[in-house]
């Protein structure tokens, strides 16, 4: 299915006619400038950073309901244009230090610069006091895949030492996991859950810049002003007592305090049949103080409901949300998150504008959902995909947009699809990008694991047909080259940093073209009857099909 799909995708090119390149010039010409208010807006200084549980949220989701009320649509939730979101900040003091000693070793490391370290569970102290030390590998418990970096080891009250990504990105084996695209095995947040599933006191995962994704600086920004999470009523006791990460160079000392090699066991941890084992007879200690608050914060839905079938919906999400203020980290404190993610929030205003000036409406309806807290870790729409507005045997498919502004590359003669071959949505794809003139391609950097940091996957793990679409490179003016340089410039210089800021010079026309495209699968898949699938072998068929097979409403295939 995956070789037929990508066969399709290159022959997906063919030009628009004279009359319907004209007309969509004029329409690109209104997205973008509407692109460019919202994102504008949305990432003014005046809303702080867009942080939840702050005057920004306050300011956003009082933006984000006027714009939807004021293009005509209906509260989604309800008559309520929000959905509550329990929330609970962790901020744990800088002054923690993680204290490592052996017989013959002694390192104490600071906060910040030589580790990060905190805490899902909800409360004020948390600590280990000389918790062993065992490295697992890569932390993973796979038995679909033989796999178990746990087998034969007790880690109850001890801490693991685990490496980032999976095997299949270590070795560059297309048989092994899923080869350079990196699996949900190799995400920080499965590390911590499975760590947890084993009983272990404490996780430390070894960051290197490559494997992760992003630098050090991203580890350090996104985790230094505390740990959001859903509100649980057991304060989480079911999860680790301290998560965190050290970088490579803490790591690499570590390892030759015990007496080992730190690129000799990670090259092991790779093979299959790899068994855990202590690291010498060194302990870690750490004592975390911590300031915990509760609040709600809110998701905004806005719903265009279908003519016909208005119980069944297609959502489109994007996270209003970004890193709010860090006072003291140089002149600039305000992380805008012009591009990540006021672009996608501003998206939702032209989708909606397009559907509701349809001459004929939706047959299906259509909820405009603008999520928060994605970056504490998807936690608005994981709420979202736990108590879901409409059921999910109703909720036919989720369109996500996040970052799409990021490299301002322009018009590109391809699209890039993150989690390529997953689901029949990729037709719908296939066919828009037709339209456009594009080709359908995989996402230029599978091994990130981009698929698992959205709000897409929220509603994945559900079982909800979910597509994500991402920074396309092939731009028609300068070419690949200058397209991906253009990306990783944004990766390296901008993502999570207070220079994620918004300018009137911005070329958003491959923002426009996302649009477009978002656009036109909508509406072909809001006015027929299909309920597309996932292909076989994707980890979340199993879960559609249990919804689809429960009693309640009933799909329509």
Known sequence: MRKLFQAACVMATILLPAGAALAADTEADRISAELHRHIAELAADEYEGRAPGTPGE???????????????????????????????????????????????????????????????????????????????????????????????????????????????????????????????????????????????????????????????????????????????????????????????????????????????????????????????????????????????????????????????????????????????????????????????????????RMFQEQAQPPRRSLLFLAVTAEESGLLGSEWYGENPIFPLQKTVANFNMDNIAAGQIGLTRDIALVGFGNSELENYLLDAAKEQGRTVVQEPFPEKGFYYRSDHFSLARVGVPALYLTRATDSIEHGKAWGEARINDYISQHYHKPSDEYSPDWDLAGAVQEVQLLYSMGKRLADNRDFPRWNDGVEFKAAREATMAAPGPAGTK
């Not at 911590?192 to 490559?210: F, N, S």
């Not at 999470?229 to 998560?243: H, I, K, Y």
């Open 58 to 352: 306050d300011k956003t989701v009082a933006y984000l309901s006027e714009q939807f009320k004021a293009l005509g649509l209906k509260p989604g939730n309800n008559g309520s244009w929000f959905q509550e979101v329990p929330i609970t900040s962790v901020a744990t003091a800088h002054d923690a230090q993680l204290s490592l000693k052996g017989r013959d070793y002694k390192a104490t490391l600071s906060y910040g610069d030589q580790m990060m370290v905190f805490t899902s569970r909800q409360v004020e102290e948390v600590a280990l006091e000389e918790s062993p030390l065992v490295f697992a590998g890569y932390g993973i418990n796979a038995p679909e895949r033989g796999w178990n970096d746990y087998a034969g080891v007790d880690v109850r009250g001890k801490t693991v030492v685990v490496l980032i990504n999976d095997p299949g990105f270590a070795t560059g084996d297309p048989e092994l996991f899923n080869g350079n695209s990196m699996t949900y095995y190799g995400r920080w947040t499965y590390k911590y859950e499975e760590a947890a599933r084993q009983g272990a006191a404490g996780v430390l995962i070894v960051h290197e810049t490559a494997p992760a994704a992003y630098g050090w600086d991203v580890v350090r920004n996104s985790w230094s002003t505390g740990r959001i999470g859903l509100t649980a009523s057991n304060r989480n006791a079911d999860q680790v007592a301290v998560e965190g990460w050290i970088p490579l160079q803490q790591a690499q000392a570590l390892f030759a305090a015990a007496g080992m090699d730190y690129a000799e066991m990670k090259a092991e941890a790779a093979k299959p049949g790899f068994r855990a084992r202590p690291l010498a007879d060194i302990t870690a200690s750490v004592r975390l103080q911590n300031t915990v608050t509760s609040q709600l914060s809110r998701n905004v839905a806005a719903l265009l409901p279908g003519s016909e079938t208005p119980d069944e919906v297609i959502i489109y999400t994007a996270h209003w949300d970004h890193l709010g203020m860090r006072p003291g980290e140089g002149e600039d404190s305000i992380y805008n998150g012009a591009s990540d993610n006021a672009s996608g929030t501003a998206a939702l205003f032209s989708l909606a």
